[in-house]
């Protein structure tokens, strides 16, 4: 995914900094659960996983419901239900 900010860029603007700590939260988010599927996913794995407090995740997201369906939204997303994997995206 291009950003359409740079990086040394983070210390000026703290829009980008919300951007990034959101595509952050998301991609977090995909990986735990494809590690521990939907049911297993909580937000306090979420921030734990990212390296934020819990605090920092519900500013973004108040809640799972919140973040569920920017996950869903990525590209490549595989979602897994009764032992059945579904292909989500292009």
Same mark, same amino acid.
């Given at each position: 995914?291009e !950003? @359409?900010?740079?990086?040394? *860029? +983070?210390?000026? %603007?703290?829009? @980008? =900094?919300?951007?990034?700590? !959101?595509?952050? $939260?998301?991609?977090?988010a $995909? ?5 521990? /599927?939907? !049911? %297993? @996913?909580?937000?306090?794995e979420? #921030? =734990? =996983?990212? /390296?934020? #407090? =819990? /605090?920092? $995740?519900?500013? &973004?997201?108040?809640?799972? #419901? *919140?973040?569920?369906? !920017?996950?869903l939204?990525?590209? *490549?997303?595989? +979602?897994? $239900?009764? /032992? &059945? @994997?579904? &292909?989500?995206?292009?």
């Amino acid at each position: 995914m291009e !950003r @359409a900010f740079k990086t040394e *860029d +983070l210390e000026k %603007s703290p829009q @980008a =900094r919300g951007i990034l700590m !959101r595509e952050t $939260l998301i991609k977090t988010a $995909l990986d735990v659960i494809h590690d521990l /599927g939907y !049911r %297993s @996913a909580t937000t306090i794995e979420f #921030s =734990r =996983r990212a /390296g934020v #407090s =819990r /605090g920092a $995740l519900l500013h &973004h997201f108040p809640t799972r #419901s *919140d973040i569920i369906p !920017r996950v869903l939204g990525k590209p *490549d997303f595989e +979602l897994t $239900l009764a /032992g &059945h @994997a579904i &292909h989500v995206g292009p």
